[in-house]
């Protein structure tokens, strides 16, 4: 039997990122409902709320074509609470109708609908299942519209006063997604969520590095290195520094990513052992980091399905890794490769406030 979609509300203030919440969520598998576009459809000439929007602002509000002009009917209605609050009664009725249409009609394991509206509406609990609210700092939002949408400092503002507090939103929330870092950033938020709620991952999609891809690469390694426990890193990179890296990698060196859906859920890479002489040529250290929220799903075997290919056609015969002698998850995972210990170094690094040993582990292809 056909199981009910888990239907994710999503909403935030103007510019805080809900529209890249949204289309992550929808390259993880679920159906993208933008209610903002489904106003659109039902104010259209023959929507079910064209007739009662035109009896209630006029024809002044049309266009040559006899559609609605949204600008002429926004400065109507921006800066008017009561004119806001008519067209709503009006729109919010037929848009709601709509989208739960659609949600009933959906076969994705998720719905996400983005709401600007989403609270005030009414979606939120009639419909929704979870509420997500984007927020970032007022300067990032400013920022964000006059970038995206050329909107000035004083238009922008206006626009954030008509909204609910973003308090009141948080306050109101299932899960509030931070979206004031990189967008690769926001994507593993975004993904963490995803898993939390025990919805089914897409497949991993396994693929060399781009420097494009620096960004999903650097918001990997430091979610991992601000864990603690994980790596001997030590430090956090910004996008440019993870692109000055990708560009100076050793020749016979790889950099593989695993994409589930198009976040950057983890890489791993391989390096020539020495660069100093050719008599280690066949042997190669490798390191691998995965996001924690989808740790134990596969991702790791499946990079290493394609990295030690790519390591053996490189001429590669031995594979070294070492681990931190406080990461047990680490150890297991590489021994269940097949990776053998073979020694230790003793305070190897001082991390995370403290001298670490790591432990050494080899693999041989043949």
């Not at 037929?94 to 709401?115: D, G, L, Y």
């Not at 690769?184 to 060399?208: N, Q, S, Y």
């Amino acid at each position: 039997m056909p199981t009910k979609p888990l239907v994710i509300g999503l909403t935030g203030g103007i510019g805080s990122g809900k529209s890249h919440v949204r289309s992550t969520l929808v390259s993880l598998g679920a159906e993208g409902i933008d209610a903002d576009r489904v106003a659109h459809a039902v104010m259209a000439p023959g929507g079910a709320a064209y007739g009662g929007v035109v009896a209630a602002f006029g024809a002044e509000i049309l266009g040559p074509d006899g559609a609605i002009d949204r600008a002429r009917l926004g400065a109507r209605v921006f800066g008017d609470p009561a004119a806001l609050a008519r067209l709503e009664a009006i729109t919010h009725p037929a848009v709601f109708a709509a989208t739960q249409a659609r949600v009933a009609a959906s076969t994705a394991p998720a719905v996400v609908i983005e709401a600007i509206k989403l609270l005030e509406a009414g979606f939120s609990r009639t419909l929704c299942d979870q509420v997500w609210v984007t927020q970032c700092s007022r300067r990032q939002q400013l920022a964000r519209l006059w970038a995206s949408r050329g909107m000035s400092t004083e238009e922008a503002r206006r626009r954030i006063a008509n909204q609910m507090a973003p308090a009141q939103m948080a306050a109101q929330a299932d899960r509030v997604i931070d979206t004031g870092g990189a967008m690769a950033e926001t994507a593993l938020k975004v993904l963490a969520g995803w898993a939390d709620l025990g919805l089914p991952l897409p497949a991993p999609v396994i693929r060399p590095v781009t420097l494009a891809d620096a960004e999903g690469t650097a918001a990997v390694l430091n979610s991992v290195v601000r864990e603690g426990g994980r790596t001997i890193a030590g430090r956090t990179y910004t996008p440019a520094q993870e692109r000055a890296f990708l560009r100076a990698m050793p020749q016979r060196s790889v950099l593989n990513i695993a994409l589930l859906g198009k976040v950057v859920a983890g890489f791993q890479e391989y390096m020539p052992y020495a660069t100093y002489t050719h008599t280690m040529d066949h042997v190669a250290s490798v390191g691998t980091f995965i996001a924690a929220a989808v740790r134990g799903r596969g991702l790791g075997h499946a990079l290493s399905a394609v990295t030690w290919a790519d390591a053996r056609a490189a001429g590669y015969s031995k594979l070294v890794i070492t681990v931190r002698e406080d990461n047990p998850e680490a150890q297991a995972f590489y021994t269940g490769l097949g990776f053998q210990p073979c020694g230790r170094l003793a305070r190897q690094a001082f991390v995370d406030g403290r001298y670490v040993d790591e432990l050494l582990y080899e693999l041989f292809f043949e």
